[in-house]
Structure formats: structure tokens, C-alpha cells
Nanobody, 125 residues
Framework: QLQIVESGGGLVQSGGSLRLSCSASGFNVGTYTVGWFRQVPGKAREGISSISSSGFSSAYRDSVKGRFVISRDNDKNTAYLQMNNLEPQDTGVYYC??????????????????WGQGTQVTVSS
């Protein structure tokens, strides 16, 4: 059974850090591009970062460049999103997803096939 589970969310003060994990089971995540997305109530889900299946290439939305780092450990079937210098506007539910293609741009939801249930990140000012 294919499953994706995000973890690591929580409440943090502005300027703090969190590390999100995306753990996959039931399939080999090493053959997929991994994307991280964020959604706030009333707004569309937006792509934050993506990483190619090999881990050699990654892309970021401008608003998180220099603060977030995406990585993966295919041996552990897990991907990560290290979030530093967090800002209140980073608040939202963060989703991990996998897809077949890596575009070189920050991810778009319709490029991804399988999704986790999300983890809440709240940044207080």
C-alpha cells in the first residue's frame, strides 16, 4: 500500500527553524521527484520546493530561497524540508507529494501524483 506521511510541523516563533520529513512506504521514492507544498485557508495550494529523483537538482519558490533547503535520503525512502528563519507568512499546512517529472521550476500541484496528509506549521510573530 502506497503511503506518504509528513511529520515535523509545529508552532515556532518568527526566526526559528523546523525540519519537515516526508516518509514513503509501499514504493521506492527514489524513482520520483519530491515536492513540498503549502496551503493556507482560502488559498490555493502552492509549490514551495522540489527535488529531482537523484537529489542532484532542486528548485525553490522565490519567497523561500536562502531560507529553506530540500533534501532526500533515498536509502531511507525519505525527503526533508529544512526551514530556517521562519516568518509568519510561512504558516500553513505543508504537504509532500511525489511525481514522475522534474521541471527545474518550483513545483505545481498538477505535476504530482501521490500526496501525504499534511502537517501544520504555525509561525508566531
Amino acid at each position: 500500500q502506497l503511503q506518504i506521511v509528513e511529520s515535523g510541523g509545529g508552532l515556532v516563533q518568527s526566526g526559528g527553524s523546523l525540519r519537515l520529513s516526508c516518509s514513503a512506504s509501499g514504493f521506492n521514492v527514489g524513482t520520483y521527484t519530491v515536492g513540498w507544498f503549502r496551503q493556507v485557508p482560502g488559498k490555493a495550494r502552492e509549490g514551495i520546493s522540489s527535488i529531482s529523483s537523484s537529489g542532484f537538482s532542486s528548485a525553490y519558490r522565490d519567497s523561500v530561497k536562502g531560507r529553506f533547503v530540500i533534501s532526500r535520503d533515498n536509502d531511507k525512502n525519505t525527503a526533508y524540508l529544512q526551514m530556517n528563519n521562519l516568518e509568519p507568512q510561512d504558516t500553513g499546512v505543508y504537504y509532500c507529494a511525489v511525481g514522475t517529472f522534474y521541471t527545474g521550476n518550483y513545483p505545481e500541484p498538477d505535476e504530482f501524483d501521490y500526496w501525504g496528509q499534511g502537517t501544520q506549521v504555525t509561525v508566531s510573530s
